[in-house]
């Protein structure tokens, strides 16, 4: 498994995840803040459109009373008095007829001493009122309107009430017989318009815009998040890339000392230690004769060859030699290994569990370099049960590789050690070089494969070994 990526790998491309975040929910803010806005203005223009609305209604029915209700009532009777039935539904006519099919909720009619003269209400007639800052303002030629909002509190501070009605104040004028209106005022109208339906309208385009923006925000943020991620596991696996061939790097400089210095001692360490090992040998042929008992040549011997081991081992992972690529089978090669470890097995009561599935496909390998790999690892199973165990060999083809697995049943690898079992002359047991998983991992990656090493769960480690399977070339014939 590779190491986790240090911080400062990937910091340069969150601080940007951040600001293009920050920039999507500042977009947000403004896109939202721009449709209260503007939602404001389209209020104020509906005000205005309602206001001018009123006051061409004022004026044509300035003009419609005028003519068909003043100037006839005032030859006939001489002066208008609504009072009278038949002046007020001649009046109601008038009004009725001029803003009929018009939006107008309420209307009255106010005299210059503050009494309505007519209204849609009857009973309403010669009410005198209190008068008002608007009905003053309209009595001395100033027309004005007023918004009067009705509904909970939480709907009025949202600006959109549950009723809306706009009332306007306008002087009734006098108008000369040519049609033209005067600056003399008779009296006051006031209009009342329902706005509510507007107000709704409004509010539900406010609604779609604000769940528009919404999606599409939504949306480009899904897309942000797919490429940030993307972009994250492309900087973190070039990150990866180079932390993997700065390590190569660097276990190749460490090798090339290390084969450089084992090519200039092998020599000088070898030569003398295979006189010292035949002169043991030759020692004990003479000592045999003398005193049997002495084991002193035979422990010269042992550690003799055992430093050749060693000497061999460091020479074989200082200086790898490239593999002689064949077709062969694995399954093969690791019953060679079952077959040659067959007495140690036996002894030392090990149980050899084997699932070879099938087909499995050849591999292009060198096979006494993967023989050797193959034995490395069954040597450490076996000396991870010292007083025996069984050892699960399996292999299997996935995805065009083959993969060997190994697990044992022995007390594992520390967790915090996993990463350190491939160094060179790192080693947890009391003999040993430390250099049997290191070669194991070079001649591995030799071939154009892989090598894992995990606990196994309750107790146990397991090694998985990825090797290339071999293409298989078809031609056909023409």
Not at 222 to 227: D, G, I, N
Not at 338 to 366: C, H, W
Request: glycine share 6%; proline share 5%; with cysteine.
């Amino acid at each position: 498994m590779a190491p986790p990526l240090p911080e400062e790998k990937i910091k340069p491309f969150r601080l940007v995840k951040y600001f293009t975040f920050t920039g999507l929910v500042v977009i947000f803010l403004v896109t939202f803040i721009l449709t209260i806005l503007n939602t404001h203005w389209v209020k104020s223009m509906q005000r205005k459109k309602s206001e001018d609305y009123a006051h061409a209604l004022i004026e044509n029915l300035n003009h419609q009373v005028f003519i068909q209700f003043i100037l006839p009532i005032g030859m006939k009777f001489g002066k208008v008095q609504l009072r009278s039935q038949e002046q007020f539904e001649r009046m109601d006519r008038v009004v009725r007829s001029t803003l009929h099919s018009f939006k107008v909720e309420d209307l009255n009619i106010y005299s210059m001493n503050d009494t309505i003269s007519y209204s849609f209400e009857e009973e309403r007639i010669g009410v005198r009122t209190i008068g008002g800052t608007a009905l003053e303002q309209a009595k001395i030629g100033r027309s004005t309107s007023k918004l009067v909002q009705r509904g909970s509190f939480l709907e009025i501070l949202m600006g959109f009430p549950r009723e809306v009605r706009l009332i306007t104040f306008a002087p009734l004028r006098w108008e000369e017989p040519l049609g033209r209106i005067t600056d003399t005022v008779l009296g006051v109208v006031e209009i009342a318009q329902d706005l509510s339906e507007d107000y709704k309208t409004i509010f539900r385009i406010q609604i779609l815009v604000v769940i528009t923006c919404t999606v599409l925000m939504g949306v480009l943020f899904v897309v942000l998040v797919f490429v940030v991620k993307r972009g994250e596991a492309i900087i973190e696996k070039r990150a990866a890339e180079r932390m993997r061939l700065k390590e190569q790097l660097s276990r190749a400089e460490k090798l090339s000392s290390m084969g450089e210095m084992a090519a200039g001692i092998s020599h000088e360490i070898r030569n003398p230690l295979g006189i010292i090992r035949s002169s043991a040998e030759l020692l004990k042929k003479k000592v045999i004769r003398i005193d049997p008992a002495n084991t002193l040549p035979d422990i010269i011997v042992e550690e003799a060859t055992r430093l050749n081991g060693i000497i061999t081992d460091f020479i074989n992972f200082a200086r790898p030699r490239s593999p002689k690529l064949n077709p062969c089978r694995v399954e093969d090669i690791l019953e060679k290994n079952i077959n040659f470890l067959s007495a140690q097995i036996e002894d030392s009561r090990y149980e050899i569990r084997k699932s070879y599935g099938t087909p499995l496909p050849d591999v292009m390998g060198d096979a006494p370099m993967l023989y050797q790999s193959f034995l490395n690892l069954f040597i450490n199973a076996m000396q991870a049960m010292p007083d025996g165990g069984r050892i699960e060999v399996g292999v299997r083809a996935e995805n065009g590789r083959v993969l060997v697995e190994i697990e044992d049943e022995g007390q594992g690898v520390p967790q915090e050690l996993l990463d350190k079992v491939w160094d060179p002359f790192f080693t947890t047991k009391d003999k040993g070089t430390g250099l049997g998983l290191g070669i194991v991992r070079n001649i591995i990656e030799s071939h154009g494969g892989g090598v894992t090493i995990a606990n196994r769960s309750p107790r146990g480690a397991r090694v998985t070994i990825e090797l290339p399977a071999r293409a298989v070339e078809t031609a056909s014939a023409a």
